[in-house]
Each structure stands twice: as C-alpha cells, then as structure tokens.
C-alpha cells in the first residue's frame, strides 16, 4: 500500500478477516503483504487481538506455529458463558404449546433465528476442533442451519444427505435405516460428495431413538469414512446413539400428558 497503514487500522482490518473466516489459517506473511508492514510488527498486532479478544471472550486468536503456520480466529465456544443462552432457549422450549402429536417439540422458529442458530453453531464446533474432521454431515433439512454454522466455525465443507438423490447429483449410496418412530426410511448422498478415508463431524436438530443418526453412522461406514463425533441442538433424554463423543446441547425429559414439559441444558454445559 502506498501509504503507512497506522496500527488502529491494521487491527481494524486484521479482525474482519479473521473473523469473517473462522479456522482458518492466515499466514503473517498474508498480512505484511497487506499492510506493507514488517512480520514483528505483525506479530504485535496479533498479540494485541488476541489479549483483547480473551478478556473480552469474543473467541481465541491463535498463533500457528510449523511450515503451514500463521494465525487463526476460533470463535467463542466457551461452555460456562454459553449456559444463560442455553437456560433461555430451554425456557422457551419447555411453553406447552410447543408439544406436539407424538412428542415432539416445535423446533422451527428457533432453528430460523440467525443469531440463536450462529451461536449454537459456533458451541458445538469449539468441542470439536481438534476432532480432525475433513467435513460436517447433517441430513435434510432442519438440521441444516445449524450444521452450516458448526461447520462455517470449523472452516470445513458441509455435505448434506437426503433422502432421495437428486438426478443432478450423480450416483450416489442408498442405505434404508430405522428412523426413530420405526418406520423404514431411505437415506442417499452422492457419490461425488466425499471421499474414502476421510473423518467427518455430524450435525443435527433433534435425535430421539438415534434413529436416524445409525443411518448416518452406517452411510459413513458404506463411503469408508469414520465419524469423530456427533452434536445435537436437542436429544430425548435416554436417546443413546451409536459411536463415540456424541453431545445435546439441551436434552428433552420424556413428555407426559399434563404434566410439565422439562427442557435442560447438556450435560457437558456447566
């Protein structure tokens, strides 16, 4: 750049592109680049957004180190401040005019709130950081806000299966599954869209009998890719799907006619 960048506007800038990419690595050499600016100056102005980001708990500013290294924004996922947010949305979710037929909760006004849905997004991707997944898996179609977002934190495509492939998707893998009411569903993902060998991340609104999510598991096992974890906005209490480092971010107490409807936060959330 032409003219001498001042330190404000450095910062200014350095944490728009941060954020706006979240996981992903910025080499500081990206930044010199930018600015015109020598690498320990850089290096300061790193120093400087990650101090002010920890004390004000906006997320983490990393220095990477090794060949591939640079600096990285990793969003607030802290468990202990998520908690209030949590205890509000279970509030909500416990009115009784949210039951519905076959004990269900109404689901879909919360899962189309763009803060509440970025903010559970960006909870669930912070366990799974280190998890060494290559994509997030979710299954159409609630459970698709939310997977973009877990998946926008981790910086990682989002692939989505269906339940019956769509001609302009190429061949796929078909696999029938017992869903959670027991009935025999299809479930479908192209062929196209992973690759042997990879490790991905499931994402989804709502599990009661692990259903659905043994479909997943299965589909994965039929590409030759293994699951690190799987996350949910909402799980019925006892629901045990199979697999390892599955989580609730709130957990649903089985519904009895009259009584109470109890919504509480996950576990893992203290």
């Known amino acids: 750049m032409a003219d001498k960048v001042k330190r404000a506007e450095r910062l200014a800038v350095m944490g728009r592109v941060l954020t706006a990419s979240p996981n992903r690595i910025f080499t500081l050499s990206y930044f010199c680049e930018l600015f015109g600016a020598a690498k320990s100056t850089v290096s300061e102005d790193t120093a400087i957004l990650a101090r002010t980001w920890r004390t004000f708990r906006l997320g983490t500013v990393e220095t990477v180190t090794g060949a591939a290294g640079g600096v990285r924004y990793r969003p607030a996922g802290n468990v202990q401040s998520a908690r209030p947010f949590i205890q509000q949305l279970c509030d909500r979710l416990a009115e009784p005019d949210r039951v519905l037929p076959g004990g269900y909760l109404y689901l879909s006004d919360i899962l189309a709130e763009p803060e509440t849905v970025r903010r559970i997004g960006e909870l669930m991707a912070a366990q799974y950081y280190d998890a060494g997944a290559?994509?997030?898996l979710t299954m159409e179609t609630k459970g698709i806000p939310v997977a973009l977002e877990a998946a926008n934190a981790l910086h990682l495509p989002l692939v989505i299966a269906r339940r019956s492939i769509k001609v302009y998707e190429g061949g796929a893998v078909n696999i029938s599954y017992v869903s959670g009411n027991g009935s025999i569903e299809m479930m479908s993902l192209s062929r196209r869209a992973v690759r042997e060998g990879q490790n991905c991340i499931i994402v989804d609104d709502f599990t009661r009998g692990g259903?659905?999510?043994?479909?997943?598991?299965s589909l994965m096992a039929e590409f030759g890719i293994t699951v690190r974890g799987a996350c949910f906005v909402l799980a019925m209490r006892g629901a045990q799907p199979d697999g390892e480092d599955e989580k609730a971010v709130m957990v649903l107490d089985p519904i009895v006619p009259?009584?109470?409807?109890?919504?509480?936060?996950?576990a893992w959330i203290k």
């Open 258 to 266: 009259g009584k109470p409807v109890k919504v509480h936060p996950g």
């Open 211 to 217: 259903g659905t999510v043994r479909g997943m598991y």
């Open 134 to 136: 290559d994509f997030v």
